[in-house]
């Protein structure tokens, strides 16, 4: 699906979703990834079964206010171990669809909000 552009030309938005894959202003991802309002990186569990408390800690270097969670095209919610180390920070987790990540990311973003986005791939 595509999205709808916003004025946010600095920042990284997503461009459009679809199986298996995230467009981020106009670059395709494949894969599992962490997204900023200024930075991609590549994160390392390859499916929903290969999470682990670290692969959520390691969020916790970006300062946060908000992490968002894309399972894919169904919601998934994984163990409370796994998010432990988000909880204790006092940062709030929300597992959601991969497009209403996208889209909730968007509106963050533009209204300048410390969010990260976690797309699982896989």
Not at 15 to 26: I, M, P, T
Not at 53 to 71: I, Q, S
Request: net charge negative; hydrophobic share 45%; aromatic share 10%.
């Amino acid at each position: 699906m595509k999205l709808h552009h916003t004025m946010t030309e600095h920042l990284n938005q997503f461009a459009s979703y679809g199986e298996g894959f995230v467009k981020v202003n106009d670059v395709r991802y494949e894969g599992s990834l962490i997204v900023t309002p200024e930075e991609i990186r590549e994160w390392r569990p390859a499916s929903f079964d290969a999470l682990t408390p670290e692969d959520f800690a390691v969020l916790l270097e970006l300062k946060p206010e908000l992490v968002l969670f894309g399972t894919g095209s169904s919601l998934r919610f994984p163990h409370p171990r796994l998010t432990a180390a988000l909880a204790a920070a006092r940062v709030g987790f929300d597992p959601m669809d991969t497009g209403a990540m996208c889209r909730t990311f968007n509106i963050l973003t533009a209204e300048s909000r410390r969010v990260v986005a976690v797309v699982l791939g896989g």
